[in-house]
């Protein structure tokens, strides 16, 4: 069976060889440990991507100041100004160019370029020959995140708190003039999967009331799923923190994979709301236990989350993600552990 193959079957629960392995590597961790984390991953299977493909960044010598510290200040297409405090990892947006909402009257978003009929095709052959291998993968953008940096965090949960109907307006122009343009954009490469990344919780609830996100994000979740199944793909949804709240409103919808951050939950709830309905790409815990646990506290970890998530039929494979805070073997040993684990699903 290929990593497609696998994968696909374990989206739709028609019961896979194994439980896929995929594991994500930031740039801080591979210009940390260089060449030695690269063939280690290249000594690990991955059935989202070849490893042999991941690179050492060069480093960013221009954004370092005399005292050892990195600073890195632009300014993106939607207008947002970024502010990057370590290479490699993301920033934080400090002037939000709808700080007034009197602003959205003008404001343009960015258009999502029109191809020429050259530039479609070779956006086809790319993807045909990733599939004839792994998924093929495309990336929507975000909502939630993008009206935060858009509108700056503080503003926009109070704007959301008191029911501002400009929250309503900017959404639906951020679904309508751009993700929506996106997806179609995806479809027509010939993608599998669509994916957005919007993450949602703290460490112990959803950012905001949960009924407000049914009523501003969950119809307009709904209506891009829609477009994706309608073009014969399937929904991803990263999500980070504790958002048990509204899996079930996932569910409904139609998210066909959630990508959650499965420190932050309990695991046998998550299991009881999606089984049989929506696959997991569970996020392994990499804020105590990969970069602070023993080898035998990580094995322990991706046993126990494969004996409550994983089933027979499908619908649970496994995510490691490497940060840079990880010691090298800690990160040999979720790999091993990972491989050990991923075949005993039907057993456990």
């Keep these: 069976m290929t990593s497609r193959e696998r994968v696909l079957r374990t989206i739709t629960f028609q019961y896979p060889d194994r439980i896929p392995t995929g ?87 960015p258009e999502v370029p029109a191809r020429t009929a050259v530039e479609r095709r070779a956006a086809c052959e790319a993807m045909a020959r990733v599939k004839e291998r792994f998924i093929g993968w495309g990336h929507a953008g975000n909502l939630f995140e993008r009206m935060q940096w858009l509108r700056g965090v503080e503003e926009l949960f109070m704007d959301i708190a008191a029911d501002e109907e400009a929250v309503y307006v900017l959404a639906d122009r951020i679904v309508d003039e751009y993700l929506l343009p996106r997806i179609e954009q995806c479809l027509e490469d010939g993608c599998d999967i669509i994916g957005f990344t919007d993450d949602w919780g703290t460490q112990t609830q959803l950012l905001i009331n949960p009924r407000a996100w049914r009523a501003i994000f969950k119809p307009r979740y709904q209506k891009m799923f829609d477009c ?55 996020t392994l815990d990499y804020q105590r236990v990969l970069p602070y646990g023993s080898p035998e506290e990580i094995d322990a970890h991706v046993r126990e989350v494969t004996a409550i998530l994983a089933q027979p039929a499908g619908g649970f494979m496994y995510g490691a993600g490497v940060q840079d805070d990880a010691p090298l073997e800690n990160i040999q040993a979720v790999f091993e552990a990972m491989d050990r684990h991923r075949t005993l699903w039907a057993v456990i």
Aim: proline share 6%; net charge negative; glycine share 10%.
């Design 23 to 109: 594991y994500f590597i930031n740039p801080p961790a591979r210009m940390k440990y260089g060449e030695a984390l690269l063939e280690l991953c290249r000594q690990h299977p991955n059935d989202f991507y070849d490893p042999g493909m991941l690179t050492v960044p060069e480093r960013d010598i221009a954004h370092y100041r005399a005292d050892g510290s990195y600073c890195k200040v632009e300014v993106d297409e939607w207008g947002c100004e970024w502010v990057y405090y370590q290479e490699g990892i993301m920033g934080e947006v400090k002037r939000a160019p709808l700080d007034d909402w009197a602003k959205l009257k003008t404001y343009r978003l």
């Design 228 to 282: 994706i199944h309608a073009g014969g793909a399937y929904a991803w949804l990263h999500s980070d923190g504790m958002l048990l709240e509204v899996v079930p409103d996932l569910v409904e919808i139609g998210c066909d994979v959630l990508n959650p951050q499965l420190g932050c939950l309990d695991l046998q709830a998550l299991a009881t709301m999606t089984a049989g309905h929506m696959a997991i790409y569970g």
